[in-house]
């Protein structure tokens, strides 16, 4: 349509009739409420429904608190050392002419080590005893002598002067006598000292002599060290806070301790706390600590890095969960309680001591409340759950292969 078929003559727009202007207004209304009845209709039955796994349960392993003895375990890294260890020396000279022992054998107290020459201090033996004999002869004779004087002065054959001689002779050669028998038994001591034995049991070093040397009983160095194995110590060092607890329970009996290798992987023994230091180190504030033990598999040995565990203390019925039930939330940390209609409600706890795969709780959870292991992370409030209930043996297991 152009322009000039809406205007008239005048140049002005043309008047519609008013019917006209109503049929149109109408038009509107009926397009404008079929629009808005579409979209309602549209979003009725667009509108999406309800997911049925919104409302479907989640799966969890559960265990129930429990209560029981927790023996609360400290500890440290520690050294074995042996109880008794010796560098077996010489006490006389000469040369040596047999080892009697082979290196890292297993010997006893007084078993034969090695031999000197003892050709020399058996002739000085031989030389004493010679000398202790004559001289006995001699105190004898003036023993006789002595006896008569003093006969023929009591008869008045003799003098007094001349008992008196022979009394004092007697006399010399006792003390003559004692200082011979006193050379012999050095003699035989000296003799003696050519066979050097063990002085104590245990197992022995490297020969540090070998056959033939001359050696000598001021030498430094000895001829092998023996090395105390059965029993054997462990000393190692804890904090001084853990001092009170030490005191306490190794006035009542000693504590047991364990021994495992340096990674702590490895149990090596097991034995019992028998010193505890007399002062407590200043630069480091630990104190130090002995423990003892059998090692008759020879699983410690002297010079060893190992890592000791004492039981300091026993907190009686404690009530302890998984460690893998607890979770760490901005408040601390928490557990998931299900309750009757397998509902899961979140408990703030408070922890204690951990022990292995266990942790003591102090407060927020009551002895055989049923808790959550595993499938914490689909959890919230209120959430229900389908429950696989666990024991307190495979508990450990479950938490770690979820």
């Not at 002595?146 to 008992?163: C, F, I, M, Y």
């Not at 000895?222 to 060092?237: A, E, R, Y």
């Not at 893998?324 to 408040?331: D, L, P, S, T, V």
Request: some cysteine.
């Amino acid at each position: 349509m152009s322009i000039s078929n809406n205007l008239n003559d005048s140049g002005l727009p043309l008047q519609r009739p008013p019917q006209t202007r109503r049929w149109r207004f109408v038009a509107i209304l009926c397009v404008l409420g079929a629009s808005g009845a579409g979209i309602y209709l549209h979003g009725k039955t667009s509108k999406p429904a309800a997911s049925p796994a919104a409302s479907a349960a989640v799966p969890v392993t559960a265990v129930h608190a429990s209560v029981r003895d927790l023996p609360i375990e400290r500890s440290g890294l520690g050294t074995v050392l042996p109880l008794n260890q010796v560098d077996v020396k010489v006490r006389v000279d000469g040369q040596l002419q047999r080892i009697a022992f082979v290196e890292g054998q297993d010997v006893q107290a007084g078993d034969l080590l090695a031999e000197i020459d003892s050709r020399p201090y058996k002739a000085q033996l031989d030389g004493a005893d010679a000398t202790l004999q004559k001289d006995m002869a001699q105190l004898a004779s003036d023993r006789v002598e002595d006896a008569r004087a003093a006969k023929l002065t009591v008869s008045g054959a003799g003098t007094g002067q001349t008992a008196d001689k022979a009394k004092a002779q007697v006399a010399i050669m006792q003390a003559t006598v004692a200082g011979d028998q006193a050379a012999v038994d050095t003699a035989k001591i000296n003799l003696g000292y050519t066979r050097i034995v063990a002085p104590i049991a245990g197992r022995v070093g490297l020969k540090q002599i070998n056959e033939g040397a001359i050696i000598h009983a001021n030498d430094t160095s000895g001829l092998v060290t023996i090395t105390q194995i059965h029993p054997i110590s462990v000393q190692f060092s804890l904090p001084q806070d853990e001092l009170p607890d030490l005191l306490a329970g190794q006035s009542q009996a000693p504590l047991p301790v364990t021994v495992h290798t340096r990674d702590g992987s490895q149990l090596l023994a097991t034995g019992r706390l028998t010193v505890i230091d007399s002062q407590v180190d200043t630069l480091t504030g630990m104190i130090r600590l002995k423990a003892e033990f059998e090692n008759k598999d020879n699983r410690l040995w002297p010079g060893e890095l190992v890592t000791a565990r004492v039981i300091a203390r026993t907190d009686r019925n404690a009530t302890v969960v998984p460690s893998a039930a607890i979770q760490n939330g901005q408040n601390g940390p928490y557990v998931f309680v299900i309750g009757p209609s397998n509902t899961v409600a979140l408990a703030k706890i408070k922890t204690g001591p951990t022990v292995g795969d266990v942790t003591a709780l102090l407060s927020g959870l009551k002895p055989n409340e049923n808790v959550v292991l595993s499938g914490q992370s689909r959890l919230v409030q209120d959430r229900l759950v389908s429950v696989t209930q666990s024991d307190s043996k495979t508990a450990s297991a479950a938490a770690r292969t979820e």
